[in-house]
């Protein structure tokens, strides 16, 4: 995907996910198959005849849900089930154009850090100002060029 395109599609993600009420996704401390079966007041023996399986299936799966063993397909026939719909998202932590500008800048310092390094050794080091200028021009190559490079750690 080219920079212009990507940055569009981030535009377009971000507007989506700022409408994500993230403290409503985060899942329950037994995890969502049993929050919901239990407020739907069924019984794991239940939801194990409607899926197929035994009720043992059923606590293994509530379980394996907690501790991330479990699988989509899984929650998908538990959510079934349960008449519920699974919901599958990835959040970011900050909007996706905050963290491509921070793997910029964190980008941009490690290169100017060998290039300071460099310098340097050559009794020819570069003011703070200068510093600063070269990071906010690495910054914008960085962030102009091929997407790919703002994550490539070599």
Not at 15 to 38: S, T
Not at 71 to 83: F, G, V
Not at 128 to 143: F, G, Q, T, V
Request: hydrophobic share 40%.
């Amino acid at each position: 995907m080219k920079s212009d395109q990507a940055r569009l599609a981030r535009k377009n993600l971000d507007r989506r996910l700022n409408a994500v009420d993230r403290e409503a996704l985060r899942m329950p401390p037994f995890g969502w198959v049993r929050a919901i079966r239990e407020a739907l007041g069924m019984s794991p023996a239940t939801l194990g005849k409607r899926i197929g399986v035994t009720r043992p299936r059923i606590n293994a799966l509530e379980k394996a849900e907690i501790t991330g063993s479990t699988t989509i397909k899984t929650l998908r026939e538990a959510a079934e089930a349960m008449d519920c719909v699974l919901v599958y998202a990835i959040v970011p932590r900050a909007s996706l154009d905050q963290t491509v500008l921070d793997q910029a800048e964190k980008k941009a310092l490690s290169e100017l850090a060998r290039l300071h390094h460099t310098m340097s050794l050559e009794n020819q080091e570069l003011t703070s100002r200068d510093l600063a200028d070269e990071r906010a021009r690495l910054m914008r190559e960085i962030l102009d060029g091929p997407p790919r490079r703002l994550w490539d750690d070599a």
